[in-house]
């Protein structure tokens, strides 16, 4: 960006619309945790059956929430690190935003049918989407010093190493899901652990 050019938005406006997109994404991934119908009169048995069928869902849950709570706080930082949002970097929030309203129909889709290549690969495709606009992101900020200042060097480190990892293990999941749909979205743990082995 050219100094002294004009922003193409308010990043506080960003901000809210960012903040905005990931609470509704978030809020509406419960949606798909519901029982099926048991009729007029069940037992505790078949309410305990009914909760335990759940368990696939609940971890598909467990983990788009997980993911998203992830790339918002990566959005999160990148974003007060941002001294000007320029026409690219709106561009690019916009897309990842598209992205992340999508999340609630891909873990819907992975919920129902995880252990079908068609439903594993849309679901980790999906995940590989947003983790390519946030390397995208990274390589954008990190060619131009003067966009983006960072509190510490160590922070644009950890955000550099967390887009590569994130990268790699979503195309890692994708790539398996057509050889151990549902298994795939292991490959993903990597990504959830990569804080604590940062702290350890």
Known sequence: MKPG???????????????????????LLVLDLKLPALGV????????????????KLLTWLLSFWVLALFWAADARTLAAVEVIDGFLLRLGLLRLALVSLVP?????????????????????HLLALAATQAVRHGYLHR????????????????????????????????????????????LLPVLLLRLFRRR
């Open 5 to 27: 050019a004009a922003p193409a938005i308010e990043k506080g406006r960003l901000a809210g619309l960012q903040d905005g997109a990931y609470s509704i994404a978030m809020t």
């Open 41 to 56: 009169q069940f037992g505790d048995a078949a309410l305990w059956s009914a909760l335990i069928a759940l368990w696939p």
């Open 105 to 125: 129909f891909s873990t819907t889709l992975i919920g129902e049918h995880g252990d079908r290549v068609p439903a594993a690969a849309v679901y980790a495709a």
């Open 144 to 187: 131009r010093p003067a966009v983006a200042c960072w509190p510490d060097p160590s922070v644009a480190a950890d955000a550099a190493l967390q887009a590569r990892v994130t990268l790699v293990c979503a195309a890692v999941a994708f790539g398996f899901a057509f050889v151990a749909p549902g298994y795939n979205m292991f490959a």
